[in-house]
């Protein structure tokens, strides 16, 4: 019977595995004194070969939580510059439409004087374009032909005349301004002017722009009805401007050519750079 039990080998290694099992609980569970060598030995053993993998896993680890807290980042850094991105666009369209309304109103205001000044039909219309040539003042506005826009039209600001149609497309019309007046250009166009309340004397010509940024007004016969500081505005008289647009003020009076007749120089009321909008003049049909 013990040579049939021995032969089963399998139950017998069970067995003493068992007996194994239950001394090692005896021993662990039972007051210890101290670790014997060889389980120092084991010890040691096993805590170094636990740090030969434990460093390199937890590095491992280490990188791919770093690649993802980095793709983390990236996302919200990518957010970040959207959304300044959509701030900075909404911040200057707002400052544009300020801009924008800032100058409506104004031109609102303007149009109702004027309304009230004369019969004059104002149309207003914004610069597209403008000519950077500082020997080709152009501006093109978004006015043309089918607007009813017609060569020689005045054209002004708030402020003042900025200069006239001359030419006329479809949909946009070119504007000359004041500071390209020449007398030796025939395109050019002399603006006849006066003293704003004394508009019943033709005092004078504008029929060019000088260097110093003033316009030379000359063939004034009788300077002594004006004075510096004096807003000249169109007499209506050259068939071309409208009479009683401001253009500017007397800035100095002096000898004309010859002597016989004074030249004034006059200091546009109105800018010619930077202009966004314009009102084109628009003078009834005489029947």
């Known amino acids: 019977m013990l040579f049939k039990f021995m032969g089963n080998k399998r139950l017998f290694f069970l067995m003493f595995g068992l007996v194994c099992f239950f001394i090692l609980m005896g021993l662990t569970l039972g007051n210890r004194g101290p670790m014997t060598w060889p389980e120092k030995f084991v010890k040691?053993?096993?805590?170094?070969?636990?740090?030969?993998?434990?460093?390199?896993?937890?590095?491992?680890?280490?990188?791919?939580?770093d690649i993802r807290q980095?793709?983390?980042?990236?996302?919200?850094?990518?957010?970040?510059?959207?959304?300044?991105?959509?701030?900075?666009?909404?911040?200057?369209?707002?400052?544009d439409l300020e801009a924008q309304n800032k100058r409506l109103m104004e031109a609102l205001g303007f149009t109702e004087r004027q309304r009230q000044a004369n019969v004059y039909t104002y149309r207003i219309a914004e610069v597209v374009t403008m000519d950077t040539d500082p020997y080709n003042t152009t501006v093109t506005i978004n006015l043309g032909d089918k607007d009813g826009i017609k060569e020689n039209m005045a054209v002004m600001t708030v402020d003042g005349l900025v200069?006239?149609?001359?030419?006329?497309?479809?949909?946009?019309?070119?504007?000359?301004?004041?500071?390209?007046?020449?007398?030796?250009?025939?395109?050019?166009?002399?603006?006849?002017?006066?003293?704003?309340?004394?508009?019943?004397?033709?005092?004078?010509?504008?029929?060019?722009?000088?260097?110093?940024?003033?316009?030379v007004m000359n063939k004034v016969e009788h300077a002594d009805e004006m004075k510096v500081g004096d807003t000249i505005i169109t007499s209506g008289m050259g068939q071309v401007f409208p009479k009683g647009i401001e253009v500017g003020t007397i800035a100095s009076i002096g000898p004309g050519e010859f002597g016989i007749t004074y030249k004034v120089m006059v200091k546009p009321k109105a800018s010619f750079s930077h202009i966004r909008e314009v009102f084109v003049v628009e003078v009834p049909e005489v029947k």
Request: aromatic residues 10%; charged residues 20%; without cysteine.
């Open 44 to 65: 040691d053993s096993v805590s170094w070969t636990q740090g030969l993998f434990y460093k390199p896993a937890a590095q491992v680890a280490g990188f791919f939580e």
């Open 70 to 95: 980095l793709r983390v980042i990236y996302t919200e850094n990518k957010t970040l510059k959207l959304t300044l991105t959509q701030y900075a666009r909404d911040t200057q369209r707002l400052n």
């Open 163 to 215: 200069g006239r149609v001359s030419k006329v497309f479809g949909f946009h019309s070119n504007v000359q301004l004041l500071n390209e007046i020449n007398d030796s250009d025939n395109n050019s166009k002399a603006i006849a002017v006066t003293v704003k309340g004394n508009e019943n004397q033709p005092f004078g010509i504008i029929e060019s722009y000088a260097d110093t940024g003033e316009l």
